[in-house]
């Protein structure tokens, strides 16, 4: 299995929304609700945020959401603050796991 | 509050073996399906393999890179699973994070990571 596809890096002002895609194939990404996210701070471990394609986990919060259309998933983050600055992974299970390349969110 | 603490990283060389540990606390140990995986410096995230709960029973799946040299076990009395690594490989270096799947598809808790270093 290759590498989600991912950008590498997306930025924004303080308060702003942005987007993060993540592209597969009809095998992964496109099987509906396997897709998660992750969020990296450096020297950090990995904190989930968003699994089965929409749903967060408790005590994340709601500034971030996941959506999926065909072989992409998009990690939306609303109202964007300094603590979001951070690296962020997609994810895809399809028998095996398989990890996007990762998109660095840098806030202005 | 589910805490998972890796150990036994350390410098190996080429050709080498070493065994990780995972002990976990705060969650059903015994029903929970458990994974490794893996970071290589200044790189993104990389799925090693999973072991399934005793009852599933133990099933173990490996990405292709280590499949035949890296093998997961568990041991329900100790809250504790293994990744027992055989003729490591430079490629082989990275910061090894234990999870665990609160979902069949996603980690839902992540350990802090031991690193393995092989170089000669």
């Known amino acids: 299995q290759s590498a989600l596809t991912q950008p590498a890096s997306v930025s924004g002002s303080p308060g702003q929304s942005i987007t993060i895609s993540c592209t597969g194939t009809t095998s992964d990404v496109g099987n509906y609700n396997v897709v998660s996210w992750y969020q990296q701070h450096p020297g950090k471990a990995p904190k989930l945020m968003i699994y089965?394609?929409?749903k967060r986990p408790s005590g994340v919060s709601n500034r971030f959401s996941g959506s999926q259309s065909d072989n992409t998933a998009t990690l939306t983050i609303s109202g964007l603050q300094a603590e979001d600055e951070a690296d962020y992974y997609c994810?895809?299970?399809?028998?095996?796991?398989?990890f996007g390349i990762g998109t660095k969110v840098t806030v202005l | 509050e589910v805490q998972l603490v890796e150990s036994g990283g350390g410098l190996v060389m080429p050709g080498g073996s070493l065994r990780l540990s995972c002990t976990a606390s705060g969650l059903p140990f015994n029903d929970a399906w458990m994974s490794w995986v893996r970071q290589a410096p200044g790189t993104g995230l990389e799925w090693v393999g999973r072991?399934?709960?005793?009852?599933?029973?133990?099933?173990?799946d490996y990405a292709a890179p280590v499949r035949g040299r890296f093998t997961i076990s568990r041991d329900d009395s100790k809250n504790t699973i293994y990744l027992q690594m055989n003729s490591l490989k430079i490629e082989d270096t990275a910061l090894y994070f234990c999870?665990?799947?609160?979902?069949?598809?996603?980690?839902?808790?992540w350990g802090q990571g031991t690193l393995v270093t092989v170089s000669s």
């Open positions: 089965e394609g929409s």
């Open positions: 999870s665990w799947l609160g979902t069949t598809t996603s980690f839902h808790s």
């Open positions: 994810c895809s299970y399809a028998g095996n796991f398989v």
């Open positions: 072991i399934k709960s005793r009852v599933d029973p133990e099933t173990t």
